[in-house]
């Protein structure tokens, strides 16, 4: 008998990946150019002149046991020690070689981490809607446990503390943040990171375990206006940051990321589940080459420039033409309301001008649609008067 819960997940397409076929195929039809494909989260800027320089000297160097043989299932020791103490020069963090766990992207390093924290199926996690959708399927399908949707504040997708403080109980294992956030682009403040903690720690004494804190970072130098993005894991220890370069570096399909783990008295414990978990789930070892390119590279990013022009011209746009929206302090993301209250209905009529968006509802928050800008300047000038025509339909204007 097979497993009729994988099944079904792998017979359902995310809807993501739906709208992003069905751009394909409607490119075919009409022309890459007049397809608005605003679905899909893959960086459209080139990963950094340095990653090519150095991929071309590892290639010729010629040492085909560092470059392509297996390494330690945590990761070559010196990548790690390299990644550690870049961390701690940017963020005052203690990280040695041995608190790094590298992974496949943020996708692995974040189902590690939720198959490490909980072992009954009674066992919750909670995220903030909106949320990443895949972390219901990592909580649920991955680790068995329970995944705890907690709504975000309307007026600016920041965390309700009260209704966070209703949700914490003997069964959370762990509360994931992700700032900057994908659907949002919210950003915590200092403020908010440092009242998060406070709350965790009460919880944590008063149900007698550690409610860990999952930081998921993948849009870390992402950040518009020079909004100060403080980092979790320095206001609350037992912080897990999940890692991943596929934004900053733009290597999304090279699948490279880490976990670091901190300096928590059960530290020993915890990177053994962590790397337990990494051999349960098969992973083996993060991809070799980009080991080498994450530590020869850590601190370099893309040019990420165009992220803050397509969202200063997205966002004057759109709220122009009468759309509601919170304005993003990261990512590269818009999350406007939708104009009806079926988000899905929206995003359908959307498509009537080629304008390929993804409803809210996939992200636990209907009543919304993600835009994600991560395209061509051209292409969202050019979406504008589409989306003035959409707001006509509804009467807006
Ligand atoms: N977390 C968030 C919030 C994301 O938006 C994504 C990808 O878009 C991931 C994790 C997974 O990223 P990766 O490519 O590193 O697996």
Not at 92 to 103: K, Q, W
Not at 243 to 267: M, T
Not at 326 to 341: S, W
């Amino acid at each position: 008998m097979l497993n009729q819960e994988l099944v079904g997940l792998g017979k359902k397409r995310s809807t993501i990946r739906e709208i992003f076929e069905y751009g394909n195929a409607r490119a075919k039809e009409v022309g890459r150019g007049n397809i608005f494909d605003f679905s899909i989260g893959n960086p459209n800027v080139p990963a950094p002149e340095s990653v090519r320089r150095e991929l071309l000297a590892l290639l010729e160097s010629g040492d085909p046991v560092a470059l392509h043989g297996y390494t330690s299932a945590q990761g070559a020791e010196w990548v790690r020690e390299s990644i550690a103490q870049s961390l701690n020069r940017r963020f005052c963090t203690r990280y040695t070689a041995g608190s790094i766990y590298m992974t496949a992207g943020a996708a692995a390093a974040l189902s590690i981490c939720f198959k490490t924290v909980t072992s009954s199926p009674a066992d919750e996690i909670i995220v903030f809607a909106p949320y990443f959708p895949e972390y219901k399927v990592f909580i649920e399908s991955g680790a068995g446990a329970r995944c705890v949707e907690i709504p975000a504040r309307p007026e600016d997708f920041q965390i309700d503390f009260g209704a966070l403080e209703r949700s914490l109980n003997e069964h959370t294992r762990a509360v994931v943040v992700n700032s900057p956030s994908n659907p949002a682009g919210a950003v915590y403040s200092e403020e908010t990171l440092r009242r998060l903690a406070e709350l965790l720690r009460e919880k944590s004494g008063l149900f007698g375990h550690t409610i860990y804190l999952v930081s998921d970072e993948p849009y870390r130098e992402i950040v518009y206006d020079g909004l100060p993005l403080p980092c979790p894991a320095s206001f609350y220890a037992p912080t897990l940051m999940c890692y991943s370069y596929s934004k900053s570096l733009s290597l999304p399909g090279e699948r490279i990321g880490y976990v670091a783990v901190p300096d928590v008295p059960e530290a020993a414990s915890l990177y053994a589940g962590i790397c337990g978990a990494g051999r349960v789930l098969g992973y083996v070892n993060a991809p070799s080459l980009f080991q080498h390119i994450a530590a020869k590279c850590a601190e370099e990013t893309a040019d990420l420039s165009i992220y803050a022009e397509n969202r200063r011209i997205l966002y004057e746009g759109l709220t122009k033409l009468g759309y509601r929206c919170v304005k993003p302090g990261g990512a590269f993301y818009l999350f406007p309301q939708t104009l009806e209250p079926d988000d899905r209905a929206f995003c359908e009529r959307a498509k009537k001008y080629d304008l390929l968006l993804v409803p809210g509802s996939d992200f636990g928050a209907p009543g919304h649609m993600r835009i994600s800008y991560c395209v061509q300047t051209s292409q969202v000038e050019r979406a504008l008067p589409l989306f003035a025509r959409l707001a006509e339909e509804y009467g807006i204007r």
